[in-house]
């Protein structure tokens, strides 16, 4: 089966005035996921990595992509397709937390 990367962007302000119920729902989907074999994570802090022309690598802190909205955590999961994929992760806490989620196909 498919998978596919999500990126749930969201802050603590947005998920603080999104309903008690709304939100039960929403962890409800994650552990839904979750029984379904997802790989589903909060996000730390990243640390970016490069290794020019394979010469040396070098780290630095903090990310190297730049959001209205912090990265709040990451899954990876099965679908049919786009549209399952979608369909899934509209229910999850960023999602319906006035955040924002991004769905990948991996190919």
């Not at 379904?36 to 010469?55: F, K, S």
């Amino acid at each position: 089966m498919p998978k596919f990367l999500t990126i749930g962007y969201g802050d603590r302000a947005g998920y603080d005035r999104t309903s008690q119920p709304v939100r039960d729902a929403a962890h409800a989907q994650d552990a839904k996921l979750r029984s379904e074999g997802a790989l589903i994570g909060i996000a730390g802090t990243p640390v970016q990595v490069r290794n020019p022309e394979a010469a040396g690598t070098e780290t630095r802190e903090g990310p190297f992509m730049s959001s209205t909205l912090p990265v709040a955590g990451f899954a990876v999961i099965e679908a049919a397709d786009l549209a399952e994929a979608v369909e899934k992760a509209s229910g999850v806490p960023c999602a319906v937390a006035h955040g924002v989620v991004e769905v990948w196909p991996l190919e």
